[in-house]
């Protein structure tokens, strides 16, 4: 039975869906091919996973404002990583251990059974909940917090990422020592309740890659595994590519990941076809007041492949699903990819315009840039997303880039490349609201 607070909410929700059904068309910049809930502020995509025919996607979510605070876990499901449906809320801070916030987690199968792992607050500690009738239904366990406290002062604790080992279950945990930088603490459990703290798993300095990690994401990809941090204060997030030998990383390749400045806290997870697939928050650059005037804030990026390349980097694409959905270009509306081969470029957005050049072995954005190389004579080849503010380029399976633009006048959108062939899709809207 939910108890009043839970319908209260519930019913905000719900009234924020049918309010934007009529409201939004009128709200230019409001994204239409990337998830976010209809109203109010959005922030990291959690508990990522496919199950029994359906992928679901929690976020962070305040249900009664378009500003960061009062974090539930929001709810959608989709069955090809493009058209979600919006769901009721999944976790509400509604226990004496989580009273301050229900933040960002993972979502496995224990059992049979899949469950959730989270960060409640405040202070941080480590919750589960169990889950029934395929993820519409959520139980927190008697027996929470399961990790109640750090084993040493750190900067954070949070923002669980399981994965399985044997008949174990790890968990990295985000975090830092003070004056010393980012880490990831190592956990290990059999059952979900009973966890005993092993080490560090990795561990940065703080003048180099930030003080304090969030949102670890460890998994293996070809021959060695990726951790992907966000990192503070840069508010960047840094992937390591390395070695994982007795339950250490040693990170032998670094670097940020999609130097665009929008996306963060990514989460990936197997997608049913095996890919490791990546959703990001892609933040807002317009002020709070701005974001409470508009009615809503944050949005989640198109789905991406990582893969391990021969010459051990990273590559990212779009995931293939996200082609299944584009129409012949009618030259109507904001919502396009663009695929060109060519060097140079000029996106236009209404009254803005985006450069995009490579050159010297960067892709640069406006004033943006990514290191790339491409080899001797290999031409660049780019993707470029726009729905309305949001634009993610993709470059030669190598880059991604998400930016977000607030254009003062909107108006046609046109992807410039002289003597370039440019093909334009349409991309219809993908997110059911009612
Ligand atoms: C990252 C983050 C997480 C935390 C959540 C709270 O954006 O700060 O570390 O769990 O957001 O909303």
Redo the contacts with the bound molecule.
């Keep these: 039975m939910a108890s009043t607070v839970d319908r209260m909410n519930r019913r905000t929700f719900l009234t924020g869906i049918a309010a934007i059904a009529s409201a939004s068309p009128d709200d230019p910049h409001f994204p239409r091919y990337h998830f976010r809930p209809p109203k109010n502020w959005m922030?990291?995509p959690n508990g990522l996973i496919y199950w029994n025919g359906e992928y679901h996607m929690f976020y962070?979510y305040n249900p009664n404002a378009a500003y960061?605070g009062d974090?539930h876990w929001g709810h959608a499901v989709s069955t090809d990583l493009m058209h979600w449906k919006p769901l009721p809320l999944a976790l509400y801070p509604d226990k004496p251990y989580d009273k301050d916030?229900v933040?960002?987690g993972c979502a496995v199968v224990h059992d049979g059974v899949p469950t959730l792992v989270y960060?409640g607050t405040n202070p941080e500690r480590q919750c589960v909940a169990t889950t029934s009738n395929n993820l519409r239904e959520f139980h927190k366990i008697d027996q929470n917090p399961v990790i109640s406290a750090p084993p040493m002062e750190v900067t954070?604790f949070?923002?669980p990422c399981l994965w399985k080992e044997g008949d174990e279950w790890l968990m990295a945990l985000?975090g830092g020592f003070p004056d010393v930088g980012g880490a990831v603490l190592l956990y290990s459990s059999k059952d979900l309740v009973s966890w005993r703290y092993l080490h560090p798993l990795c561990q940065g300095k703080n003048s180099k890659t930030g003080h304090n990690w969030?949102?670890p994401n460890f998994f293996p990809l070809g021959d060695r595994h990726v951790l992907l941090v966000?990192a503070e204060p840069f508010q960047k997030v840094l992937y390591f590519i390395g070695r994982y030998e007795n339950r250490r990383f040693t990170p032998e390749s670094e670097g940020v990941f999609d130097a665009g400045g929008s996306l963060?806290?990514p989460q990936t997870f197997l997608d049913k076809d095996g890919r490791r697939t990546l959703i990001g928050?892609l933040t807002e650059p317009r002020s709070k007041e701005e974001s409470v005037k508009a009615g809503w804030s944050g949005v989640q990026s198109l789905p991406r492949v990582l893969t391990l390349r021969k010459d051990r980097t990273l590559g990212v694409e779009p995931h293939p699903n996200v082609r299944t959905v584009r129409e012949p270009w009618s030259k109507r509306g904001a919502q396009v990819e663009f695929e060109a081969t060519t060097a140079k470029a000029d996106l236009y957005l209404g009254s803005e315009v985006l450069p995009i050049e490579y050159a010297g072995g960067s892709l640069t954005v406006a004033n943006r840039s990514a290191p790339m190389k491409l080899a001797a004579g290999e031409p660049l080849r780019l993707n470029v997303f726009v729905d309305h503010s949001v634009v993610e380029i993709f470059a030669n399976g190598r880059v991604a880039m998400a930016l977000r633009v607030y254009p003062a006048k909107t108006g046609p959108v046109r992807l410039d490349a002289p003597g370039a062939k440019v093909t334009a899709y349409q991309v219809p809207n993908t997110v059911e609201y009612d």
Excluded: K, L, P, V
Aim: hydrophobic residues 25%; charged residues 20%.
């Design positions: 922030n990291d962070q960061w974090m916030g933040f960002s960060t954070g949070r923002d985000g969030e949102c966000s963060y806290a928050w």
